[in-house]
């Protein structure tokens, strides 16, 4: 019997951070490249600047959107001061990716820190590049796709630098 692989990624953050945004975009890349995908959403008081956070599992077949904790592939976080409150979600050997992982100097537009961690993602998966800017591109306006390009970029060249 084949092994149903599924990978599983933490999005966390504070309201308005972008959080939302980044899982709908991982979502649609990986739905792009045939992958059956799921996600759920914890809002908790995100309009006040609280804590919200989104789950994303795909691969050939899931059968649950939320992440069970400890089990988390990626856990990427938006807001430092979150990183303990989700940590219990990454399995061991899990990889973490928060803010320190960029040179957040570099980013054309702060607001981009969402996509810029998704350019450091996409660098441990196996979506091309192409797939991630259509699915960023998807989901934001088009006056916002070269800044969001450059963030993009910035991650990919992070993790490779």
Do not use: C
């Not at 350019?119 to 590049?129: A, M």
């Amino acid at each position: 019997m084949k092994e149903n692989k599924v990978t599983n990624v933490v999005f966390a953050g504070l309201g308005g951070q972008g959080v939302l945004k980044a899982s709908d975009i991982m979502s649609e890349a990986a739905f792009a490249t045939g992958h059956d995908v799921k996600k759920s959403e914890i809002h908790g008081m995100s309009q006040r600047g609280g804590s919200v956070s989104s789950d994303v599992r795909f691969g050939e077949e899931v059968f649950s959107p939320m992440v069970p904790s400890g089990k988390a592939d990626y856990l990427i976080v938006l807001s430092p001061d979150q990183v303990e409150n989700n940590r219990a979600m990454l399995k061991p050997n899990g990889v973490l990716i928060t803010p320190d992982s960029i040179d957040i100097s570099q980013l054309p537009n702060k607001r981009s820190i969402n996509v810029a961690l998704l350019g450091v993602l996409s660098s441990y998966l196996e979506i091309d590049e192409k797939t991630w800017k259509d699915a960023i591109h998807g989901n934001l306006s088009e006056k916002l796709h070269e800044i969001n390009d450059q963030a993009f970029a910035l991650g990919r060249q992070a993790r490779q630098g």
